[in-house]
C-alpha cells in the first residue's frame, strides 16, 4: 500500500473539527456501551479495518463482552441485545447504508418509541461521525499495524 495523505498533519483543523464532534459524542447522554455500538457496526459495514480494531479494543476495555462483539453482525438473530441496542443497530446500518433510502419511518418510529428526542439526535449524531471517520481512514489507507 502506498502512503497516503496525513489529513491530521496537511490539515489540522479539520481534524480539530471532527475531534470536536467526537468531545461533543462524549459528553453527551449516550451510553459508551451504545456508543461503541454504533462505531463498531458502522465500521464492519463500510469496511474500515482501522476502526473496527480500534473500537472492538475501546469496547472490550470498557467492559464488553467478546461473545457480543463476535455476534454484532448477526444481531437480528441473537438475543444478546436489549430492544433499544437492536433500535440503534437498525438505526446505524440504516443510515451508514444512506443509499438504500436511509432511516426509514418504521425504524425511526421505533426510536421514538424508546428514546427521548435529544437522545435519537445524539444516535444519528454518533452515527454521522463514525460514518466520516471511516471514510477519512479508509480513503487515507489507514491501516492496521
Known amino acids: 500500500m502506498e502512503n ?3 489529513i491530521e498533519q496537511v490539515e489540522p483543523r479539520a481534524f480539530k473539527a471532527m ?9 453527551s447522554a449516550l451510553s459508551k456501551v451504545h456508543l461503541e455500538l454504533i462505531k463498531i457496526r458502522a465500521s464492519q459495514i463500510n469496511g474500515c479495518a482501522f476502526c473496527i480494531n480500534m473500537h472492538t479494543s475501546d469496547a472490550l476495555q470498557q467492559g464488553e463482552s467478546a461473545r457480543r462483539i463476535f455476534l454484532l453482525n448477526a444481531w437480528r438473530e441473537t438475543e444478546l ?9 437498525a438505526m446505524t446500518e440504516e443510515i451508514t447504508l444512506i443509499q438504500q433510502g436511509g432511516l ?11 428514546f427521548e428526542e435529544n437522545y435519537i439526535a445524539q444516535i444519528i449524531m454518533a452515527i454521522v461521525t463514525i460514518n466520516a471517520w471511516n471514510r477519512i481512514a479508509i480513503s487515507t489507507q489507514r491501516i492496521v499495524k
Open 4 to 6: 497516503r495523505i496525513d
Open 81 to 89: 441485545f436489549d430492544e433499544a441496542e437492536k433500535t440503534i443497530l
Open 104 to 114: 426509514s419511518d418504521q425504524v425511526y418510529k421505533e426510536a421514538k418509541e424508546v
Open 19 to 27: 475531534y470536536g464532534l467526537e468531545d461533543y459524542l462524549q459528553k
